[in-house]
C-alpha cells in the first residue's frame, strides 16, 4: 500500500465515495475544494487503486480543516485509515485542526487530541421562497467585502476557498444582504445529488439569515428539499426554520485539535461540513 496526494480525477471519485455514504454532497464541489488547497487532500492506494481517502486543508496561517475521511468498507478495521489520518495529520503542520464529526467517532478523534466544542445539527425540509428587496444576486465586486464577513464570521480567512466557492455556477448561486453602507450578509446555495444545500449563511441576525434562506430556495425550484447545517453556537435560526417545518434529519459534532477559533453570531451556517 502507499500514501500519495491526490489527484482530481480521485477527488472526484472520493465526493462519489462521500455520495455512497450519504454525506450528498454539491455536485459541482470538487473545484472549490482543490481550490482550497491542492497539496490537503490525500489518497492510500492497494494496487494501484484507492481504497481510503482524506482531507486536512490549510484555510490559513494558522488554521485546518479536516474532512473526507473515508476507508472503502472491505478495507475498515485494519488500520488503514488511522495510518492515512496520521499521515494527512501532518500537512496542518502546527495549524489548529477542526474538524465535524459523527457521534460514533468522536471518541476515537479524542485519542488524536481533538476536543469537541459543539454540535452542527441538519435542518431539512421545504420552504416558501419569499424575495426581499434588500437581497441581491452577488457581483464580482462584492467579493471583497464577501472575504471580510466570512473571516469575521469563522474567525480566520479562507480566500482561496471563498473565492471559488461564491462563484457564480449552473448549480450553485451566492445572495448578497445589502445594505446603505455594503453587504451585511450573504449565502450560497448549491444543487446537491438530494435537495440543495444553503451554506454559508452569514448574517446579522438569524431573522436576516432566514430571508436569505427564503430568498436562496426559489433559484433551484422543484430540484428537492433544503437543507441547512445549523451549528448550536447559533441557535436562533434553528428555532426559525423548526417553526417553518423543517426537520432535524443528520447531525455531527464540532471538533478541534489546538485553540479553537471564537464563535460568533454572525455564522448560521458552515459552507460544508468537509471544509467548514
Not at 425550484?221 to 436562533?236: E, F
Amino acid at each position: 500500500m502507499t500514501i500519495r496526494k491526490m489527484t482530481p480525477a480521485e477527488l472526484a471519485l472520493v465526493l462519489d465515495w462521500a455520495a455512497g455514504e450519504g454525506w450528498n454532497p454539491g455536485l459541482e464541489d470538487g473545484p472549490a475544494f482543490w481550490a482550497a488547497d491542492p497539496d490537503g487532500f490525500f489518497v492510500t492506494l492497494r494496487d494501484g487503486a484507492p481504497i481510503a481517502a482524506i482531507s486536512v486543508v490549510n484555510l490559513d496561517p494558522g488554521f485546518a480543516f479536516l474532512g473526507l475521511y473515508i476507508c472503502r468498507p472491505e478495507w475498515r478495521g485494519q488500520g488503514i485509515g488511522m495510518a492515512l489520518w496520521q499521515h494527512a495529520l501532518r500537512h496542518a503542520g502546527n495549524r489548529t485542526i477542526g474538524l465535524d464529526g459523527v457521534a460514533a467517532q468522536q471518541a476515537n478523534y479524542a485519542k488524536s487530541g481533538f476536543a469537541r466544542t459543539g454540535a452542527t445539527r441538519r435542518l431539512e425540509g421545504t420552504l416558501d421562497a419569499q424575495d426581499s428587496a434588500d437581497i441581491r444576486m452577488m457581483t464580482p465586486t462584492d467579493l471583497p467585502a464577501l472575504l471580510a464577513l466570512d473571516e469575521r464570521a469563522n474567525g480566520y480567512a479562507r480566500p482561496a476557498f471563498l473565492s471559488a466557492w461564491v462563484q457564480p455556477l449552473e448549480t450553485r448561486r451566492t445572495l448578497v444582504l445589502h445594505a446603505p453602507d455594503g453587504p451585511a450578509g450573504f449565502a450560497t446555495i448549491r444543487r446537491c445529488r438530494s435537495g440543495s444545500k444553503i451554506g454559508p449563511i452569514v448574517a446579522p441576525d438569524a431573522a436576516a439569515a432566514l430571508r436569505l434562506i427564503r430568498a436562496a430556495a426559489g433559484l433551484f425550484p422543484d430540484t428537492g428539499p433544503v437543507i441547512v447545517d445549523v451549528p448550536d453556537s447559533n441557535t436562533a435560526l434553528g428555532h426559525l426554520l423548526a417553526e417553518a417545518g423543517m426537520v432535524e434529519t443528520f447531525a455531527t459534532a464540532r471538533m478541534y485539535k489546538g485553540a479553537p477559533p471564537p464563535a460568533t453570531a454572525l455564522l448560521h451556517a458552515p459552507a460544508t461540513l468537509e471544509l467548514g
